[in-house]
Nanobody, 115 residues
Framework: QAQLMEFGGGLVQPGGSLKLSCTGS????????VDWYRQAPGQERELVAS???????NYLNSVKGRFTISRDNGKKSVYLQMNSLKPEDTALYSC?????????WGQGTQVTVSS
């Protein structure tokens, strides 16, 4: 059973930065596209960024130019560098990947942007 663990959330002021990390417990983690999702209270979960195994990436429009997703396959890790954070970025951030119809999720890490 694959496991994902996220780290790096916290409380930050508007305009600040955080770097989230997601580590996979299985060797095949590096073979798949990995996503970062977020969910704010009372809102639906949304896809923030994705990175394919070759490094190709996609972003939610509202985070383009502020967030950068990257991966280190040797460390079985995916990162989300978040700059110029806004209060509306406040949410529980989770990483995800899927193999066929099986989905793997981490427990999430809370990001709160507030002065």
């Amino acid at each position: 059973q694959a496991q994902l663990m996220e780290f790096g959330g916290g409380l930050v002021q508007p305009g600040g930065s955080l770097k989230l990390s997601c580590t996979g417990s299985v060797n095949f983690f590096s073979s798949y596209t990995v996503d970062w999702y977020r969910q704010a209270p009372g809102q639906e979960r949304e896809l923030v960024a994705s990175i394919a195994r070759d490094g190709a990436s996609n972003y939610l429009n509202s985070v383009k130019g502020r967030f950068t997703i990257s991966r280190d396959n040797g460390k079985k890790s995916v990162y989300l560098q978040m700059n110029s954070l806004k209060p509306e970025d406040t949410a529980l951030y989770s990483c995800h990947f899927s193999i066929g119809s099986t989905h793997y999720w981490g427990q999430g890490t809370q990001v709160t942007v507030s002065s």
